[in-house]
């Protein structure tokens, strides 16, 4: 996710100098489309009957959208606890968020399985 590794930090810009509210702004708003896809792709794989053989692929999308939206949260949550932390004095605005989806690894394991016909 570029937009949080690349994109935000970029927007932040070094310390002691202004942010860029417009680009801080694009980046937001392309973390926010990411995770409209998830719910998406979440809604369409919910409506679809895949062939027996994709079954375990299909289950392992569940609920996707929702594992985004968690993502997403933690970190606005973070991102407000060190706008808070810097509000009350600190130095430092450090927010971590590991993006990772489990449902995108189960699914890679169980196409996987398909590709090789266990």
Request: hydrophobic share 45%; charged share 25%; net charge negative.
């Amino acid at each position: 996710m570029t937009c949080i590794t690349d994109e935000i930090p970029a927007a932040l810009g070094p310390p002691g100098t202004p942010a860029d509210p417009v680009r801080l702004l694009h980046a937001v708003e392309t973390l926010e489309g990411y995770v409209l896809e998830a719910l998406d792709f979440d809604m369409e794989v919910a409506r679809i009957e895949p062939p027996e053989a994709f079954r375990a692929v299909h289950e392992s999308f569940s609920g996707i959208g929702a594992a985004a939206v968690t993502v997403l949260e933690a970190f606005a949550n973070k991102w407000s606890a060190a706008l808070r932390a810097v509000e009350d004095g600190s130095r430092d605005f450090n927010v971590h968020v590991k993006f990772e989806l489990a449902q995108l690894t189960r699914a890679a394991d169980e196409l996987e399985k398909v590709n090789i016909g266990i």
